[in-house]
């Protein structure tokens, strides 16, 4: 209005854009390994995330530390979410130690025998489940033995009971080792006093020493 006379209107058009939405799984928790922040969100739009800092942006989506991230998501008419709507919580935990200690010759048995010892690293707060062929032996205990292990190949899963992260260590053999057979040869014998006996020859299939005992 310019003296009382005023000019013809104008119409103006506002458009007020959405923020648009993070659609972001706020909490998250695995056992080892990387993360990758972007498949935890169906969001559209450009997509950027954010250390705890909220000042540096990640040059990578894969995270392999528990802490706290943001995403931030741009519209295509240029709108940002509110980082707050972004947040999301990951807990990695460390999986743990699986390791079977039994090794060399304390992996073989007589043919006789039950059997054999296993062992494995001990660790803290931990259950241990012991498999062979790939076949459960049993439910998981405190133990880290395993007694009366019979040939075969077997492996060693061990959970964290307050994370119940799990991992399971290379699989280790143990091997029943035959019952040597003897064969001899003038094993019965009448000798006077003081003459010499025959020799007695023994033979074996497997075994390449002989231990004397006389009755």
């Given amino acids: 209005t310019v003296n009382g006379c005023e000019s013809n209107g104008t119409k103006l058009t506002v458009t007020i854009n959405p ?17 990758d922040l972007a498949t935890l969100t ?3 739009g450009t ?24 995403l ?16 999301i919580n990951v807990q990695i ?3 743990p130690t699986a390791n079977i200690t039994t090794t060399g010759n304390d ?11 296993l062992t494995a690293t001990l660790v803290s707060g931990a259950k241990y489940e012991w498999f062979k062929g790939g076949v459960s032996q049993g439910v998981a205990t405190t133990s880290n033995t395993f007694s009366n292990a019979s040939k075969g190949n077997w492996t060693l899963k061990v959970t964290n009971t307050s994370t119940n992260c799990s991992s399971t260590s290379n699989g280790v053999s143990v091997v ?22 025959t020799s007695i020859t023994l033979t074996s299939d497997v075994a390449s020493t002989f231990a004397w005992t006389s009755t």
């Fill in 42 to 44: 169906t969001a559209t």
């Fill in 107 to 117: 992996l073989n048995y007589c043919q006789t025998a039950t059997g054999v010892t």
């Fill in 176 to 197: 029943e080792n035959p019952r040597p057979s003897l064969t001899n040869s003038n094993l019965l014998q009448t000798i006077c006093s003081g003459n010499a006996s």
């Fill in 93 to 95: 935990n460390t999986p």
């Fill in 19 to 35: 923020l648009p939405n993070t659609n972001v799984t706020s909490n998250i928790t695995q056992c080892g390994g990387n993360l």
């Fill in 72 to 87: 931030q998501v741009t519209s295509t008419s240029g709108c940002k979410s509110k980082f707050a709507l972004g947040k």
């Fill in 47 to 70: 997509k950027k995330f954010y250390s705890d800092t909220l000042s540096t942006e990640l040059s990578n989506t894969l995270v392999s530390s528990s802490g706290t991230y943001y």
